[in-house]
């Protein structure tokens, strides 16, 4: 076999073993993040672990979208650093294989990347997105009380809105109610109680709100009447299959839309009502599902040079550089898509500009390390020192 094609296999499993930690590591770091709410859910909602797993498994695709770019460059980085701390790379510089040669594995490993990103944001999000919209009716018919929260008005049901100022889960009770009911027709009734309990009937998609001791203002424009009745039980009744029934593809949100359902949301939007915000974010989100699995290349062409030129600095300091970097694409995404939204300019712009600035940065440092010219990571190193020590107010003076 030739030399290229051996190392090229040796690269590509160097890498995995710190893209599969670094996916594990970043995906329980997201985990980590939840589990404050995911205890909530189990403790204080009696949300069974099978729903709980459930929502985890629907969330996660959003995350990935993110995660594995990150992974791909954290991989890309590790590697060659300590192939370049091992010597690795000077031995096979020395049996003729130049910089160039060591890319292919890099890239190829990128493309990996770049194809499950996008499996990840093509088919996995929207897929995902849709299963958890539905999950959450379902969810909150079982579990009214998830989705309320205190000193809020809630408008989940048509024609009636809830607001309750405080929730006390461990005796299931909602303090100081309000309630607008509105299902009437020509009457507005308006429910002030101190109290109430919440009960559902999960198999009818239905729950009711028991109240105690409130009050029942009726008013109706059309006649010009008012009536008040005071009740010292009263039982509202909420369905949910209406919600329900009414759920169809064209109630879609737009991360749960398929490619061409984005592209149809567009022209009817552009044609009906203008190219207004609800348009340029559908917009952001087609070109997003493209531009963030190609940052997979961009990411890995700027941790090539990284890890191939750290050797001299400290291990540490190359990551730091490498999390600079994505962050830095991250902003720019985020300025993109605030800009974008708003229509200050395309958001096809707002989308592929972090791309072209993390590749053309990532090409400026490969034609560098090719030409065995030093990327200055020392250099940046000592100033970085020498300004920590200048604005230390501890450090020793003569």
Not at 278 to 295: G, M, Q
Request: hydrophobic content about 45%; aromatic content about 12%.
């Amino acid at each position: 076999m030739k030399l290229s094609t051996i190392t090229n296999s040796y690269i590509i499993k160097e890498m995995l073993t710190p893209f599969s930690i670094n996916l594990l590591v970043f995906t329980f770091l997201f985990l980590m993040t939840e589990m404050i709410e995911i205890t909530d859910w189990i403790v204080n909602y009696n949300l069974g672990l099978l729903a709980v797993f459930k929502i985890i498994f629907f969330t996660l695709p959003w995350f990935l979208m993110f995660i594995i770019p990150m992974s791909v460059m954290m991989a890309v980085l590790l590697t060659f650093l300590r192939m370049s701390n091992d010597n690795e790379i000077v031995a096979l510089k020395s049996c003729g294989l130049s910089v160039y040669r060591l890319l292919p594995p890099v890239l190829a490993f990128a493309l990996f990347g770049c194809f499950l990103t996008g499996f990840i944001t093509l088919v996995g999000v929207p897929q995902s997105k849709t299963a958890l919209e539905k999950m959450a009716i379902q969810l909150a018919a079982a579990h009214a009380d998830i989705g309320l929260k205190e000193r809020t008005f809630n408008d989940a049901f048509d024609d009636v809105m809830l607001y309750v100022n405080k929730i006390d889960t461990q005796n299931k009770k909602l303090i100081d109610i309000f309630i607008e009911d509105k299902r009437q027709k020509d009457i507005v009734s308006t429910v002030i109680a101190p109290e109430g309990r919440l009960f559902s009937e999960p198999e009818n998609f239905t729950f009711h709100l028991l109240l105690s001791n409130g009050t029942i203002h009726q008013t109706n424009p059309k006649e010009r009447s008012a009536t008040s009745i005071q009740f010292d039980t009263y039982k509202l009744s909420l369905n949910f299959n209406k919600e329900i029934e009414s759920y169809d593809e064209n109630d879609k949100h737009r991360e749960a839309m398929s490619i061409s359902e984005l592209r149809h949301y567009m022209e009817n939007r552009a044609a009906k009502q203008g190219k207004d915000r609800d348009y340029y974010k559908a917009k952001i989100v087609l070109h997003r599902r493209f531009s963030i699995p190609i940052a997979c290349l961009a990411m890995g062409l700027i941790a090539f040079p990284l890890g191939i030129q750290s050797k001299n600095a400290k291990r540490s300091f190359g990551l730091v550089l490498c999390l600079f970097f994505f962050l830095l694409y991250y902003l720019l995404l985020t300025i993109g898509y605030g800009f974008g939204e708003d229509g200050i300019y395309p958001p096809e712009i707002g989308m592929w500009v972090p791309n072209v600035v993390m590749g053309s940065i990532g090409l400026f440092m490969l034609i560098q390390t090719g030409r065995e010219r030093s990327l200055m990571i020392d250099f940046f190193l000592r100033r970085l020192r020498r300004l920590t020590a200048a604005i230390n107010p501890f450090r020793r003076t003569s």
